[in-house]
């Protein structure tokens, strides 16, 4: 894909090192460097030249500091700005003085709005509030039914309407903040239909509703993998309806997301949240730094570890440790191990996450083969919970009926059984000399925390 | 209206940007310098062509500049209409078609790109044509997908095959194809849940479908169309790449042309991967998807 910013200024700064300060020439080539990065992950023309310009005043003069090379010093500083005009982390949402408060949620077709209405209603209601659904979306088919089948899966109450409400946008709205004073929700969530910025009649109409409900806030939602139109049309909903804040969605693929950058400079509204998967509870709050660090394509470490801890039950891993120390590991453990590593995602995306520098820059040539872990763990699947338990049991007749169930071959099942055995008696060679009470010692002791391990 | 007008309505915007912007550049100047190109650069840029492809156009402008070939600033539009003409033409072929019915659509993309609404309006422009058209629901994953595809059967009246919600796509490919078999439908349009093209799983699945199609149709699917947002950025250009690898990609189709977006991305997609664009969407109405000309794309965009 796109070669690393950090590599790029690398390879700029090469024979830089020595001297004392960054140079207008030597910064105009670096400048050169983002400007294309920028670019690349589809920031605004405009909002690259205005902030290429702030970078130069920046950096222009300053003393290299000896404990950052050239490159690092520029990249630290292209950061910090990308971060200051990102914002700050997480606002929270606004809130009505009077429940209840509203919320509508708006974008262009296809954007995510009510995947993403689904997902807020969801997070929500985990901060205490008692939401209310609404779908206005009366013109895409089966859009409403799309929110209502949402709702139902996560269990949040919507407002269905009369069937002669069924074409009335405004109709909709209101029979909803009637139903949310009578069944006490403090939180009304207006899902609208995609709509073109330039559509006058639709923009209108949201408008309308605008008016009629007074919301506390106006998410604008926008798709992380927007390209230069961004500009536009955050522009024309924020000038129309005064948008109070943006959800940038689809963050997990590999879009750089420079159109966040574009909407924030354009309409000066916090970003808020970030979709993330496809999952109902995939919504994150809004951190600049790691948005930032993404723009410039360089990795996001802080949600890499956030994906190994939630994932990684911190009790199962201290178990395992202490089977390991007793080498009363079994095969069984083995594979809840390897079902854990798959927890995480695909090896790749992991990899993807990291950033690429240093060492870890040749993880990414890193072939990671997925379909043989699906096949470890169809073998060991394929035992009884005895042969499981006590591998020493499984003969020749049990390993043809173990490949014959996994739909591997005898020679895929001894091979497993030899990496087995192999990997215990590694264990013990590192617990068994130890005399007894100091192994039982070292079963008790603490897990350092995986963030100070990946840190480290 | 005829079609050329009906495509000339629909791109009008995306027309109003790309060419007033190069228009304005051109206009009232006749030397060509520094500053003029940076201009170019601008609305090729914001156009969503990408930096290199349009650092790659000026490259060749300046070249022709440098060796006097370009004397008169108003030379330059001709050669960058002619420049984004042979790359467009360059992927230009002939839609494949079954030997014998059915000819089978594979229809895939990103989340939101327009993938159902697509499968809708290529229904009704195949009706149109005196064909039997049959759509297969194997978008079991969102909800309410399969809904919003029987609202467009509907509307075509034309068959349609479903199972429930979360049901295996392949399994609903399998089914479908044998109904169109045995009902002798001319084409299925299989409509594919979005899913982002980094997601491996997901795009295995894409390849379940594709081998699922061969077992019950030879040689199917015979086309599998890429839908691309027009507002989507660089990204396009991985999104097409990644589903070409894992689901054999055979086209492109443009929507949301009628917004602001210029789709620029597509002219590095069709450089780089030599897809041909198929169609475009211009609207929300069930004739608004136009088959692509490059031609007549490029002339209504340079046209006054």
Known sequence: MFENLSDKLQRVFKNLRGEGKLTSENMDVALREIRVALLEADVHFKVVKQFIESVRTQAMGEEVLTALSPTQQVVKIVKEELVKILGTSHVRLRTASEPPTVVMIVGLQGSGKTTSTGKLAKLLSKEGFRPLLVSVDVYRPAARKQLSVLAHSIGIPIYEGPAED?????????????????????????????????????????????????????????????????????????????????????????????????????????????????????????????????????????????????????????????????????????????????????????????????????????????????????????????????????????????????????????????????ARKMMKSFTGGLPGHLGKRLSKMKLPSLENLLRG | MSLLDRLKAGIQKTRAGLVSSIEDVISGRKEIDAELLDELEYSLITADIGVRTAADILESIRQRVDRHLVGDASEIRALIRQHLLDVLQASDQPPRRAAEPPTVIMVVGVNGAGKTTTVGKLAYRLRDQGHGVLLCAADTFRAAAIEQLEVWAERNSVDIIRQKSGADPSAVVFDSLQAARARRADYVLVDTAGRLHTKDNLMAELEKMRRTAARVVPDAPHEVLLVLDATTGQNGLEQARRFTESSGVTGIVLTKLDGTAKGGVVVAITRELGLPIRYIGVGEQIDDLLPFEPEKFIESLFEN
């Open chain 1, 166 to 422: 069924a074409a009335q946008p405004v109709a909709l709205a209101r029979g909803a903040r009637r139903e949310a004073h009578q069944a006490g929700r403090d939180l009304i969530l207006v899902d609208t239909a995609g709509r073109l910025h330039i559509d006058e009649e639709l923009m209108r109409e949201l408008g309308e509703l605008k008016t009629l409900l007074n919301p506390s806030e106006i998410l604008f939602v926008a798709d992380a993998m927007t390209g230069q139109d961004a500009v536009k049309s955050a522009d024309e909903f924020h000038k129309q309806l005064g948008i109070t804040g943006v959800i940038l969605t689809k963050m997990d693929g590999d879009a750089r997301g420079g159109a966040a950058l574009s909407i924030r400079q354009v309409t000066g509204q916090p970003l808020k949240y970030v979709g993330v998967g496809e999952k109902v509870d995939a919504l994150e709050a809004f951190h600049p730094e790691r948005v930032a660090s993404r723009i410039l394509g360089m990795g996001d470490v802080l949600s890499f570890i956030e994906k190994v801890e939630s994932a990684i039950d911190r009790q199962d891993a201290e178990k395992m440790q202490r089977k390991l120390i007793e080498n009363d590991f079994t095969l069984e453990d083995f594979r809840d191990q390897l079902k854990q590593v798959r927890k995480l995602g695909s090896l790749e995306s992991l990899l993807g996450m990291m950033p690429q520098v240093g060492i870890l820059k040749d993880l990414k040539n890193v072939k990671t083969d997925e379909k043989e872990l699906t096949r470890v763990v169809a073998i060991i699947d394929s035992m009884t919970a005895s042969e499981r338990d006590n591998h020493m049991i499984i003969n020749g007749a049990r390993r043809r009926r173990i490949a014959k169930g996994s739909g591997t071959t005898v020679q895929d099942v001894n091979q497993l059984l030899k990496q087995y055995t192999q």
